[in-house]
């Protein structure tokens, strides 16, 4: 009887600004290896790692598959990977550096499992991820820089075992990509219409905007996002495109859980190129600088920070412009580090926790004819000129106004998120700590 056993693979950093994708590479891997008799286990994996980092990769995304094979067919595999990054990869790129990391075990050590939280959440070096591998006994392949190294050992040590999303993805055939794609607008709006939201961010419900297709010119024709294998199946099938589709993938994901915050206490602990969440208090009043973006700044008691809803948030602009010095939030959202210029929390979401009363002060009115009367000026009182009646300065009104915000948690909308958000629709639709598949 052949002995089968299971080899991780781990694949990151192949794509550029003029196309490519990783989760594509990853595709035609598995197409291939499946050609010689290889068997996946479970579904491969697509793994968003740390968005603020400034030398991420365009899609920013390293996969990872397990196959279960013969131990004589593992070097035909090794080919297999090597030669199809090779091929696909955009090596001509100077910014691409791609990462290949084969791991043969059925289970996962913690170490390799604490390393992905890392990468998506903080800062690794190559270094870093060299000195792992050898720990571990991984087999590293570097092209150029290699540093791919770092997300594809990071996407073999991801458990997805908290909370995950799936995204189904469609390729176009290659001689389709890079021009405009064709997919009939109103079949998008109807499958929205029937899966939301068991799929989500299909649309951008403001702008109309259809967001399952990129802008990029990659070889994806459109991805959907959603919980389950079936619900993304399902409206791929109502999804009515307008040009071949080559073939598709469903990957497994972290997608849409808001792995890549670090919950913080202490405003003095946020760091550059980290996503956050932080509570704090108001303590300086929007302001609304050159280009529309919305200004305003939070502490607690070991420091404040600046928080920023930008231009493209459109209406989530107005949640920012309605706070008021005093209120209490709750922040989310990344830090990025700009010469000159103090670190600001780039707004993702904000959860309004409590609401300090807006008052007003309002001239007394006159007791005869019923009119606001007039100040004197300081510590001189008012006066009705018409009735010719005084009153002290004691007498003036105030009066509470309303708030125009509740208490609750708001969202950028969808053309503004990044992949590893999560949609407010999933907080309230998926009620779960751990589930499996």
Do not use: Q, W
């Given at each position: 009887m052949v002995s089968l056993v299971i080899l991780n693979i781990g694949i990151d950093d192949t794509d550029s600004k003029k196309g490519m994708c990783t989760t594509y590479v990853g595709a035609v891997i598995i197409r291939r290896i499946r050609e010689i008799g290889g068997r996946l286990e479970g579904f491969p994996k697509l793994i968003r790692l740390n968005p603020m980092w400034p030398h991420k990769t365009r899609g920013n995304c390293a996969v990872a598959m397990k196959v279960r094979i013969s131990r004589q067919r593992i070097p035909i595999v090794k080919r297999i990977v090597l030669d199809t990054v090779r091929e696909l990869a955009e090596l001509r790129s100077e910014t691409t550096n791609p990462g290949v990391v084969f791991y043969e075990s059925e289970d996962i050590p913690k170490c390799l499992k604490t390393f992905s939280k890392k990468t998506v959440q903080e800062v690794v070096d190559l270094k870093e991820a060299e000195e792992l591998a050898k720990e571990v006994e991984a087999e590293i392949h570097k092209f150029k820089l290699g540093n791919g190294v770092i997300g594809a050992l990071a996407a073999i040590g991801h458990p997805l075992d908290r909370d995950w999303t799936f995204e189904l993805i469609a390729y176009r055939i290659r001689e389709n990509w890079g021009?405009?794609?064709?997919?009939?607008?109103?079949?998008?709006?109807?499958?929205?219409?029937?899966?939301y939201p068991e799929t989500f961010d299909n649309l951008d419900p403001l702008t109309g905007e259809i967001r399952i297709t990129p802008h990029t010119p990659c070889p994806i024709l459109y991805g959907i996002r959603g919980e389950t294998p079936e619900a993304v199946e399902k409206a791929s099938k109502l999804v009515r495109t307008?040009?071949?589709?080559?073939?598709m993938i469903t990957y497994k994901t972290n997608q849409g859980t808001d792995e890549h915050y670090l919950r913080l206490k202490k405003?003095?602990?946020?760091?550059?190129?980290?996503?956050?969440?932080?509570?704090?208090?108001v303590c300086r009043a929007p302001r609304t600088i050159p280009g529309g973006h919305v200004i305003f700044s939070v502490k607690n008691g070991s420091g404040e920070i600046d928080c920023a809803a930008y231009e493209p948030t459109r209406k989530f602009r107005e949640i920012a412009r309605s706070l008021v010095i005093g209120d209490k939030v709750r922040v989310f959202g990344g830090v990025k580090e700009k010469p000159n210029l103090p670190l600001t929390v780039n707004l993702e979401k904000i959860s309004i926790l409590k609401l300090v009363p807006l008052v007003e002060k309002r001239n007394p009115t006159c007791p005869r004819c019923g009119r606001r009367m007039k100040s004197e000026g300081k510590g001189k009182g008012y006066s009705c000129k018409k009735?010719?009646?005084?009153?002290?300065?004691g007498k003036a009104e105030t009066i509470?106004?309303?708030?125009?915000?509740l208490l609750r948690i708001f969202e950028v909308p969808p053309r503004c998120r990044?992949?590893?958000a999560k949609p407010l629709v999933r907080e309230v639709h998926v009620a779960h700590e751990s589930r499996e598949i």
């Open positions: 021009t405009p794609r064709k997919i009939d607008a109103e079949s998008v709006f109807r499958m929205n219409a029937e899966t307008l040009e071949p589709v080559d073939f405003i003095s602990e946020v760091k550059p190129y980290r996503s956050v969440i932080v509570d704090g208090t009735c010719k009646i005084n009153a002290p300065e509470r106004l309303p708030r125009k915000i990044r992949h590893l």
